[in-house]
């Protein structure tokens, strides 16, 4: 049963995926395409709300896609915000209430997931392209109330992975320095 479960799980996250790429492909726009991605991660992968966050300018992250619309982040997360500073020093996603146990008391991590519970986040995944952080996405918890497990992580870093190349591109100033233009 637990195997068939996972097996379902699986087929689950990989259709996600297989779902997302087709629609980054198609897309031309930046803000309509997060806005698809966060409204797919909020039905198809089950999470309650969905922000992401992408650079504009050294250090100032906008809100471009949420789920719901509206939602309870801010517009704009600054370099000194402590979620944005901590998903910068990350390379793979993480879940709040592991990095709390885990966290020293005042470091950069703690301080993020004080902020993150604020905003009713439960998972924080950077957007990294070619090692250059370009943004971020904050989950809220999980509608069926299960815990972010290491499989789920995996999806949501191959995604931001993906999403990370495809929002540069549609700037004319990021796509020439992506093909090397100068």
């Excluded at 250090?59 to 915000?81: K, Q």
Aim: glycine fraction near 8%; charged fraction near 25%.
């Amino acid at each position: 049963r637990i195997e068939k479960s996972l097996l379902e799980d699986g087929r689950g996250h990989r259709d996600a995926v297989m779902e997302l790429s087709r629609e980054l492909c198609l897309l031309r726009d930046t803000d309509e395409m997060v806005s698809r991605v966060a409204r797919t991660l909020a039905s198809r992968h089950g999470v309650a709300s969905c922000a992401i966050y992408l650079e504009k300018g050294k250090g100032r992250y906008v809100l471009h896609g949420a789920r719901p619309h509206g939602g309870h982040w801010p517009e704009e997360l600054e370099t000194g915000n402590p979620v944005a500073g901590w998903a910068l020093s990350l390379r793979a996603p993480a879940v709040r209430e592991e990095a709390e146990h885990a966290a020293a008391p005042l470091s950069l991590a703690a301080q993020g997931c004080v902020e993150m519970e604020r905003h009713e986040s439960d998972v924080v995944v950077p957007l990294v392209a070619r090692e250059q952080f370009v943004g971020l996405m904050l989950l809220g918890p999980r509608r069926d109330a299960r815990i972010f497990s290491r499989h789920d992580l995996e999806l949501l870093d191959a995604l931001a992975g993906q999403l990370a190349v495809a929002c540069p591109l549609y700037t004319s100033d990021a796509a020439d320095a992506a093909v090397g233009v100068v």
